[in-house]
């Protein structure tokens, strides 16, 4: 388990700036002194102060924290990246390292942890909702000052957020938490993880709010991770406090998660991406974690399936072991990812009939989806890491090609990531830029 620290109160920051809220204070008594005085004037018997009114005065004494609008300008049209813990982005030798990487091969964009699946949120914000779960563990000291000095380098910053999977939330706040049906306590995955409900607008809320801070402070691109239901563990012993399953299937669940993160990040000028299973390029079903692909194109800039080799099945499209095969597993996915996309965005920006966009795309139901709308490009997460095979340069690179091979679709383009979980990046595995 990683070191917690616990973030500075808030209660410590108010009584330094001590002299300053004296003359707020006075600043509010004469105020509303004014607004009483000329309510008597106007001779009126019940005169009060709507709470409309208060909340303005408030609002003037403490505005709300203005955006520092950092996006780097121009963005990379193929953004080439890999990912960074919240360890390694606030070490500054790591991040020269980095640095020096970019400048001598293609890699031009990281995806940095500001909440990973322990729930901590690794910066510091100034948001209510998130003081109120105290969910802060800074280990990025000033996240607006690394994106800087990345955005000087040229370098775009993608923050990764894990949604779902939220060890802290779940534990401080059990009310929200999946419940094991037998024992009415929290319900907890093969890793001894806690999961949060999907249904829950309480937790939608909470990590829009993690959003809206990190855009404020400058990154490039929001990616969302753990957008699903748990997938292992005892999943026939959950419980769910708000996602009613005589309602509604887990991928509509999921939907409406997505339709409404887009419908509250859409005005905060930055890219968003989710991460899916790998196979969720091919699979027709939501595997029972909610994920489909149709429902996830039309509410994200890019989206990012996970088509890491050594997570395919023995005998997957005929190799005992799909982790020697780098290039075929990329290119059979990606071919097969985009043609749903190119299916559904038929089906949703042509004069089909209802019944023709569903007799198209059967396994969704299509009219929940917005029509005439732009769809998210694709940009998959690569594996570099060693599982069922030593993943050397050659290796990467075949991964690499089997994405540029699918070029006429919008991939080549979108660019992809690199995951390693340990952050070491081979640079013969990468071209001279």
Request: hydrophobic share 35%.
């Given at each position: 388990?990683?070191?917690?620290?616990n973030?500075?109160?808030?209660?410590?920051?108010?009584?330094?700036g001590?002299?300053?809220?004296?003359?707020e204070?006075?600043?509010?008594?004469?105020?509303?002194?004014?607004?009483?005085?000329?309510?008597?004037?106007?001779?009126?018997?019940?005169?009060?102060?709507?709470?409309?009114?208060?909340?303005?005065?408030?609002?003037?004494?403490?505005?709300?924290?203005?955006?520092?609008?950092?996006?780097?300008?121009p963005?990379?049209?193929?953004?080439?990246?890999?990912?960074l813990t919240?360890?390694?982005?606030?070490?500054?030798?790591?991040?020269?390292?980095?640095i020096?990487?970019?400048?001598?091969?293609e890699?031009?964009?990281?995806?940095?942890?500001?909440?990973?699946?322990?729930?901590?949120?690794?910066f510091?914000?100034?948001?209510?909702?998130?003081?109120e779960?105290?969910?802060?563990?800074?280990?990025?000291?000033?996240?607006?000052?690394?994106?800087?000095?990345?955005h000087?380098?040229k370098i775009?910053?993608?923050?990764?957020?894990?949604?779902?999977q939220?060890?802290?939330?779940?534990?401080?706040?059990?009310?929200?938490?999946?419940?094991?049906?037998?024992?009415?306590?929290?319900?907890?995955?093969?890793?001894?993880?806690?999961?949060?409900?999907?249904?829950?607008?309480?937790?939608?809320?909470?990590?829009?709010?993690v959003?809206?801070?990190?855009?404020?402070?400058?990154?490039?691109?929001?990616?969302?991770d753990y957008?699903?239901?748990?997938s292992d563990?005892?999943?026939?012993?959950?419980?769910?406090?708000?996602?009613d399953?005589?309602?509604?299937?887990?991928?509509?669940?999921?939907?409406?998660?997505?339709?409404?993160?887009?419908?509250?990040?859409?005005?905060?000028?930055?890219?968003?991406?989710?991460d899916?299973?790998?196979?969720?390029?091919?699979?027709?079903?939501?595997?029972?974690?909610g994920?489909?692909?149709?429902?996830?194109?039309?509410?994200?800039?890019?989206?990012?399936p996970?088509?890491?080799?050594s997570?395919?099945?023995p005998?997957?499209?005929?190799?005992k072991?799909?982790?020697?095969?780098?290039?075929?597993?990329?290119?059979?996915?990606m071919?097969?990812?985009?043609?749903?996309?190119?299916?559904?965005?038929?089906?949703?920006?042509?004069?089909?009939?209802?019944?023709?966009?569903?007799?198209?795309?059967?396994?969704?139901k299509?009219?929940?989806?917005?029509?005439?709308?732009?769809?998210?490009?694709?940009?998959?997460?690569?594996?570099v890491?060693?599982?069922?095979?030593?993943?050397?340069?050659?290796?990467?690179r075949?991964?690499?090609?089997?994405?540029?091979?699918?070029?006429?679709?919008?991939?080549?383009?979108a660019?992809?990531?690199?995951?390693?979980?340990?952050?070491?990046?081979?640079?013969?595995?990468?071209?001279?830029?």
């Amino acid at each position: 388990m990683e070191k917690k620290n616990n973030p500075e109160s808030s209660e410590k920051k108010d009584r330094e700036g001590a002299p300053e809220k004296i003359l707020e204070n006075k600043f509010f008594i004469w105020i509303c002194a004014t607004i009483v005085f000329s309510g008597l004037l106007s001779l009126k018997n019940d005169f009060v102060v709507s709470s409309d009114v208060v909340s303005n005065i408030v609002s003037i004494i403490k505005p709300s924290p203005s955006p520092i609008h950092l996006q780097l300008d121009p963005a990379p049209k193929t953004v080439k990246g890999i990912y960074l813990t919240a360890w390694s982005a606030s070490n500054p030798k790591r991040i020269n390292e980095i640095i020096n990487l970019a400048k001598n091969t293609e890699i031009n964009g990281v995806v940095i942890d500001i909440k990973d699946y322990t729930g901590r949120v690794f910066f510091e914000t100034q948001n209510t909702l998130i003081k109120e779960i105290s969910s802060e563990e800074p280990r990025i000291k000033n996240l607006a000052d690394l994106i800087k000095t990345l955005h000087q380098e040229k370098i775009y910053v993608i923050a990764r957020l894990a949604v779902f999977q939220d060890l802290y939330l779940a534990e401080n706040k059990p009310e929200y938490a999946i419940k094991n049906s037998s024992t009415g306590n929290i319900w907890r995955d093969n890793k001894k993880l806690a999961w949060v409900d999907p249904g829950s607008k309480y937790v939608w809320d909470y990590n829009i709010a993690v959003v809206k801070e990190a855009a404020r402070l400058g990154v490039d691109e929001i990616n969302l991770d753990y957008i699903r239901f748990p997938s292992d563990g005892a999943i026939g012993q959950t419980n769910y406090p708000f996602f009613d399953q005589s309602q509604k299937t887990k991928p509509e669940q999921i939907r409406e998660f997505f339709e409404y993160f887009k419908a509250n990040t859409r005005d905060l000028g930055i890219k968003t991406s989710a991460d899916l299973f790998g196979q969720s390029c091919f699979d027709l079903s939501d595997m029972n974690i909610g994920q489909i692909l149709e429902y996830a194109l039309p509410y994200f800039d890019y989206l990012s399936p996970m088509v890491y080799p050594s997570h395919y099945a023995p005998g997957f499209i005929g190799y005992k072991n799909p982790a020697l095969y780098p290039y075929e597993i990329i290119d059979y996915s990606m071919k097969k990812a985009t043609a749903r996309r190119a299916t559904l965005h038929q089906a949703l920006n042509t004069n089909l009939t209802t019944a023709s966009s569903t007799a198209l795309i059967p396994h969704i139901k299509i009219e929940k989806l917005p029509q005439n709308t732009g769809l998210a490009e694709l940009r998959p997460w690569l594996q570099v890491f060693d599982l069922g095979a030593v993943y050397t340069p050659e290796m990467i690179r075949k991964q690499i090609q089997a994405v540029y091979d699918n070029g006429s679709t919008s991939s080549p383009q979108a660019g992809w990531y690199l995951w390693n979980p340990s952050n070491v990046y081979n640079q013969a595995a990468l071209e001279k830029e």
